[in-house]
């Protein structure tokens, strides 16, 4: 059953249509990502869902409520942002404190949840500074604790990332994960990164220009891309011509354009022998780039580029010239009509 309902929804910025009579739901407990390009409208829904921006026509429900009408103060939704958002002149503790302190709460009780909240983001010791004397990570994760501190019914993270270095963005994505699960907070993060988009979720919903493009798992996503853009958002998929692909291996293929992943082509000095189920090329490799412990080869397919990407070893197995032999099974192969 939906915790929350997003029924509907338009919303234009003067002529610009927005959000295109978009629906969808979350179940409570959930870690859901809206995932999409620059401009296709994640941070406007989110700050429809915070309140903070209005909508033209639909209908949004938390829990049983309808929650269109209601002031942002009245939601108990939480939101983090992409900058910190901090009150410069609070300290850690005062700001964290804060949320607790407009709800009258006593201060006996202020100080064991706020102190809760700054151990839960593993900033003990640091109560007494300002922000200013804080990292970004830092920043953030105090922007995390005034945010949690306050039990919200939902946790909105607009690409709370976005400021911070990738070694220090996996810390704070466990770091969000890890308290996610503990207090089984619904939560909504927003990012145009497909990689972070995968790590975090347990569903996803891809945004283009306003409309779901694709939802489900990241598994899903990832594996059945059901459109040529999902595609390419998601899986840095090689896409190729249908007609291109049948001149290349002799097979009939109808469909305008086909997808395959890059680790699913298998890469060979010799020719392989031919099993029915698969289909056969050869190309020359034109660049090599390590990424990580994946080795990617691009390799010339006559005038396409083919992405091949196998696990890397000590050794380099091909060079920059070779010659190679590629095959793939033709249960790995999506086609796409247009
Ligand atoms: N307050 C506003 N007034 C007018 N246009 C706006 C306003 N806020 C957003 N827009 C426009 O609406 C579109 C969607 O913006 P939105 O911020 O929701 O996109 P986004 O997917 O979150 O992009 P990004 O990842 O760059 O933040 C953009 O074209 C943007 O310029």
């Known amino acids: 059953m939906a915790y929350i309902e997003i029924h509907n929804v338009e919303k234009y910025y003067g002529k610009q249509h927005v959000l295109k009579n978009l629906s969808l739901s979350v179940e409570k407990g959930k870690f859901v990502t809206l995932l999409g390009a620059s401009g296709c409208g994640k941070s406007t829904l989110l700050r429809i869902l915070a309140g903070l921006t209005s909508i033209d026509s639909g209908a949004i429900y938390l829990g049983e409520e309808d929650i269109t009408h209601l002031s942002p103060n009245k939601r108990n939704i939480g939101m983090i942002f992409q900058q910190y958002s901090l009150f410069p002149t609070m300290t850690v503790y005062d700001n964290v404190a804060f949320g607790l302190k407009m709800r009258k ?46 039990r919200p019914k939902v946790l909105l993270l607009d690409e709370p990332f976005s400021a911070i270095d990738a070694k220090l963005r996996k810390s704070l994505q466990s770091k969000i994960k890890e308290i996610h699960k503990e207090l089984g907070m619904t939560s909504i993060f927003v990012t145009h990164d497909q990689d972070e988009a995968m790590v975090m979720s347990d569903y996803i919903y891809l945004l283009n220009s306003g409309v779901i493009e694709q939802e489900g798992t990241p598994i899903e996503l990832y594996s059945k891309p059901r459109t040529i853009f999902a595609a390419e958002f998601i899986g840095d998929y090689n896409i190729i011509d249908g007609n291109f692909l049948s001149n290349i291996t002799g097979k009939n293929f109808t469909c305008k354009k086909i997808a395959f992943r890059p680790e699913l082509v298998k890469i060979c000095k010799q020719p392989l022998y031919q099993h029915v189920d698969s289909i056969y090329f050869s190309g020359v490799i034109i660049d090599i780039v390590l990424q990580g412990n994946i080795v990617r080869y691009h390799v010339m397919v006559d005038k396409t580029k083919i992405k091949v990407d196998i696990l890397s070893s000590q050794e380099c197995l091909y060079n920059i010239g070779d010659n190679v032999y590629l095959s793939l099974q033709m249960s790995n192969i999506i086609q796409y009509a247009e």
Not at 131 to 143: N, T, Y
Request: with cysteine; net charge positive.
């Open 105 to 150: 709460m006593n201060k006996a009780q202020i100080r064991s949840m706020v102190s809760e909240a700054i151990k839960m983001v593993n900033l003990e010791g640091s109560e007494k500074k300002y922000p200013s004397q804080l990292s970004g990570g830092e920043q953030q994760r105090v922007a995390l604790a005034r945010c949690i501190v306050t």
